[in-house]
């Protein structure tokens, strides 16, 4: 077992002593066939009710629900990595097409695992479940259950495509309708970390601003006082969350518009239910395609940012920022878990000569989180960007003439009036932006914090408004185009190196117990 008073570099490497499959493990491998029945009458022909998120038996129409599965609060205890069923490797050459013996007549029917959970019995119409006959870690362990209907997401993604008619591609506008929508179950990652993190650095807090004349021009200047800082605590992250497939991970995609898939988190997945196929009838679903070990070192990365983060909590009076020199983050205990999550997607491809883009709006199906790309009307937003651009650099000329003689400088920035408005409107249009906030929204919890801030000097006439190097806000885990095609071939965990090398890349282009 790993040394836990070391620091670890990013790999995070345990022993297999580490390596836990328990708790449920054993608990799933008891379930015969995954079915579950009707407890009013013994049916299974049963499928979710989104109106309530619950089942319902469509023989009696009796409504129920699974148990939400329970959360454990001990993540400060976690050691070693932690891996459940669920989250376990998938086998290469595991058969996607596989025969179900019907438990209710015997019968035998085929299945393509690939594109369902579950099958009728064409000779009872018994439901059957795959839920533990694949031993491969395709099944989920968790599932949080649509609770947005249809209709809602319909209301949504037409609300949010209204808004962006006017520079909307006409081919676009003609063809929009929300009646294809479809309720897709995505495979996630669920993990909670237990880590230690250690910052050092250099912090400056404004003590005053002024401004001085060079060549006839006024340019401001500041005065700060300069501290070493530094930051030791112990943090806990909860429900940290992942795609867990490299389609959906590929968030700079310049084919399919995927960030914007990225962006609707977080999902409440403090309401999971363990896995059953019959939340997914009427719903598709994608299958995991990447291992733990192909991601690990990206959830690092992303757990070194919220901690990252939390400690700016504990820095507001440097107001001009922080410079960390050493950003050592020590990953004690992690837990995985695999999940589905429900999305309402909508998808448009646009065809632009030879090239595609596949442009989404997605709906949260738990929270009616909103977000999407709707394909631009390029010639109409230069016309308008261009009639903008030409009022602003007459309004500019006018305010200098002798009837204003308004003689400031600052008139010539109406010259960028239109090179904004395109800016703005594509942005608005496009949301190429747009991601899940990992840093801030996930879920986590400082302790044992320790604090030192050591006067260093008093630096005046200063040219910018914040510290030289100033770090205590990047977020290194947002894009990883250059670690894609190593998560792809699953070569991540054999690279050498931390957080720094890793964000250099960047630059340059596991516990049951919480389910138990």
């Given amino acids: 077992m790993t040394d836990h008073n070391e620091n670890l570099d990013i790999n995070n490497e345990f022993d297999a002593s580490d390596i836990q499959n328990d708790g449920n493990l054993e608990q799933a491998e008891e379930r015969n066939d995954g079915q579950i029945k009707c407890p009013k009458c013994g049916a299974t022909d049963i499928e979710l ?90 099944v989920p362990d968790v599932v949080l259950p649509f609770k947005v209907t249809k209709a809602d997401a319909q209301a949504k993604i037409s609300e949010f495509v209204n ?41 400056e807090k404004l003590v005053s601003e002024y401004t001085v004349t060079v060549d006839d021009e006024e340019e401001p200047r500041y005065n700060a006082d300069a501290y070493h800082v530094e930051r030791d605590f112990d943090i806990t992250i909860d429900d940290l969350t992942i795609e867990a497939s490299v389609d ?14 990225n962006s609707i988190m977080p999902f409440d997945t403090e309401n999971c239910v363990e896995y059953n196929a019959n939340y997914l009838r009427g719903y598709t679903s994608q299958k995991r395609d990447v291992n733990v070990d192909h991601i690990r070192q990206l959830v690092n990365i992303q757990s070194n ?19 960390w020199d050493v950003d050592n983050f020590d990953i004690k205990g992690e837990s995985w878990n695999a999940a589905y999550l429900p999305v309402w997607l909508y998808s448009y491809m646009q065809v632009k000569g030879k090239k595609k883009l596949l442009h989404y ?6 929270t009616k989180e909103t977000m999407g790309s709707v394909p631009i009307n390029m010639s109409k937003l230069w016309i308008v960007s261009l009639i903008i651009e030409f009022f602003g650099g007459a309004l500019a000329v006018f305010l200098g003439s002798d009837l204003v003689k308004f003689d400031s400088d600052y008139r010539w920035l109406l010259l960028l009036t239109g090179i904004g408005f395109f800016i703005a409107m594509y942005s608005r249009y496009r949301n190429s932006d747009a991601r899940h906030t990992y840093e801030l929204e996930t879920l986590n919890e400082i ?10 000097e008093h630096r005046i006439g200063l040219e910018e408004d914040h510290i030289l190097g100033v770090n205590n806000e990047d977020v290194n885990g947002s894009e990883i185009d250059d670690l894609l095609p190593d998560i792809k071939n ?26 138990k």
């Avoid at 097409?97 to 018994?126: F, P, Y």
């Avoid at 991970?249 to 960030?259: H, I, P, Y």
């Avoid at 965990?493 to 957080?499: D, F, L, N, T």
């Fill in 163 to 203: 808004k962006r008619k006017f520079f909307a591609h006409p081919t676009f506008t003609k063809e929009f309708t929300t009646e294809n929508i479809s309720g897709v179950y995505f495979p996630y990652m669920v993990i909670d970390v237990n880590a230690h993190s250690y910052l050092s650095g250099t912090g």
């Fill in 49 to 138: 009710n989104p109106n309530t998120g619950k089942l319902r038996c469509n023989f009696c129409r009796h409504v129920f629900e699974l148990e939400v599965v329970e959360q454990s609060d001990n993540i400060a205890e976690l050691e070693g990595l932690h891996i459940s069923k669920g989250a376990s490797d998938i086998v290469a050459d595991a058969k996607d097409v596989m025969t179900l013996k019907c438990e209710s007549c015997g019968a035998e029917v085929v299945i393509d695992t690939a594109s369902a959970g579950q099958a009728r019995c064409h000779w009872c119409r018994n439901m059957l479940s795959i839920n533990s006959a694949i031993p491969n870690g395709a």
């Fill in 447 to 456: 302790s044992n914090l320790s604090c030192v801030d050591s006067f260093i």
């Fill in 490 to 515: 699953g070569k991540l965990s054999s690279m050498v190196g931390g957080v720094g090398k890793l964000k250099d890349m960047i630059d340059d282009s596991e516990d049951y117990n919480k389910f």
């Fill in 305 to 323: 940012d919220i901690a990252r983060f939390a400690a700016n909590d504990a820095l507001e009076e440097y107001d001009r920022g922080v410079s």
């Fill in 361 to 366: 709006v997605a709906v949260n199906a738990r």
């Fill in 248 to 261: 959906k991970l590929n968030v700079t995609s310049e084919e399919k518009t995927t960030n914007i898939i």
